[in-house]
């Protein structure tokens, strides 16, 4: 079944430095995808929608240019926290549709700011 | 899309039937009732999904009330491995890709 694959699975970074993670769907093309953040104990909350080839859409209170994202390709979308400090430490998933019907998921990534 | 309400958590012994419910007294016509699940450390995967008849696929059943209104998620012998949140989200048929939008989900916990 189709794939989303997503990298790295946990990164500890220093606070100030920037962090990029990849977001690829293996075997079709997601001219959308999605960008989720999840804090411990709590839901899954979107943080933004990427489209290839075109600016990324944020959810309010979603920070651009502290979450940059980048769709260049329709199996490939980046998001990189920049400036990143202990409160941007969270659990970051992606998602994406082949087609409309179900959800496919990224194996999320542990971000811990130090 | 129109809103669901789940338990906080749900505690079930290894090999037992578990039955999930979901209310959503205001579902539209055209919502789908589908199913997610959330292993612990994991992005969410696919469960089910359904309209108005029952659903079976190999990792769970979906039983559909008459009206509508509520939803039950069974998986048939929990198993240590199903252990996870789940979450039951209605999407409208004309969502187009829009995001997946979740609640809090129930946060099943399998005894051994």
């Known amino acids: 079944g189709a794939v989303v694959s997503q990298h790295p699975s946990w990164v500890i970074c220093k606070s100030g430095t920037s962090v990029k993670i990849e977001c690829r769907s293996l075997?079709?093309?997601?001219?959308?995808m999605f960008w989720y953040r999840q804090f411990p104990k709590q839901s899954l909350m979107l943080m933004a929608t990427s489209n290839e080839g075109s600016k990324a859409t944020y959810e309010q209170g979603v920070e651009k240019d502290k979450f940059l994202i980048n769709h260049a390709s329709l199996t490939l979308s980046t998001l990189t926290v920049t400036s990143a400090h202990p409160e941007d430490s969270s659990f970051y998933i992606c998602s994406a549709r082949a087609v409309l019907g179900e959800a496919f998921f990224g194996q999320g990534t542990r971000l811990t700011v130090v | 899309d129109a809103k669901t309400t789940q338990p906080n958590s749900m505690e079930s012994n290894e090999e037992e039937p578990v039955h999930l419910p979901c209310n959503h007294s205001?579902?539209?016509?055209?919502?789908?009732i589908h199913w997610y699940r959330q292993l612990p450390s994991q992005g969410p995967e696919y469960v089910i999904h359904g309209l108005t008849s029952n659903v079976n696929n190999r990792m769970a059943s979906l039983a559909i009330a008459e009206d509508r209104k509520s939803s039950t998620l069974i998986l048939h012998r929990a198993t240590l491995r199903d252990a996870a949140v789940y979450y039951c989200?209605?999407?409208?048929?004309?969502?187009?890709?829009?995001?997946?939008?979740f609640g809090k989900g129930t946060r099943l916990s399998v005894i051994a």
């Open positions: 075997d079709f093309q997601a001219t959308t």
């Open positions: 205001t579902i539209s016509g055209t919502d789908y």
């Open positions: 989200i209605l999407r409208n048929r004309n969502s187009g890709n829009t995001p997946l939008v």
